[in-house]
């Protein structure tokens, strides 16, 4: 045998090897393309119920946020309406009570007056510090 065929040969070995670790890379490539494939399909199967769900879930809560704003609006013109009645009710009735009220008070006061006049007058009460003269009773004592 000549160099040139054990060259040949070597290659020949070298191709073969290099082939057989092609052919097994490309078997668990396919091995994992097939588990890859059946676990796309099994989320597949599993998210389209739940994104049914959930789509469903959103509409509730669409129709539970109208609902919503249909009550804050009702809760608002009432309170408009109160608001309203309110200050209605101190217009109308206020100015006639403050009246009334002055009125009783007057009423108290004249009648606590009389009660007065039948009784003697009490002397005013004089605060007396010894040494010092008090200014109520300077001003007195001057226009006399």
Avoid: C, H
């Amino acid at each position: 045998m000549s160099g040139g065929e054990v060259a040949g040969i070597l290659v020949a070995v070298f191709w073969a090897i290099l082939v057989s670790f092609l052919a097994v890379a490309l078997a668990r490539l396919a091995q994992t393309l097939r588990a890859t494939t059946k676990l796309v399909a099994d989320v597949t199967d599993q998210a389209v119920p739940l994104l049914a769900d959930a789509s469903s879930a959103v509409r509730s809560a669409q129709t539970q946020i109208d609902r919503v704003d249909a009550i804050a609006s009702d809760v608002q013109e009432v309170t408009s309406n109160a608001s309203a009645l309110s200050t209605t009710v101190a217009s109308t009735f206020g100015g006639p009570l403050v009246k009334v009220a002055a009125f009783g008070y007057g009423v108290r006061r004249a009648l606590a007056g009389r009660k007065d006049e039948d009784v003697p007058a009490k002397a005013p009460r004089r605060t007396v510090i010894v040494g010092r003269t008090v200014p109520a009773a300077r001003r007195k004592n001057r226009g006399k």
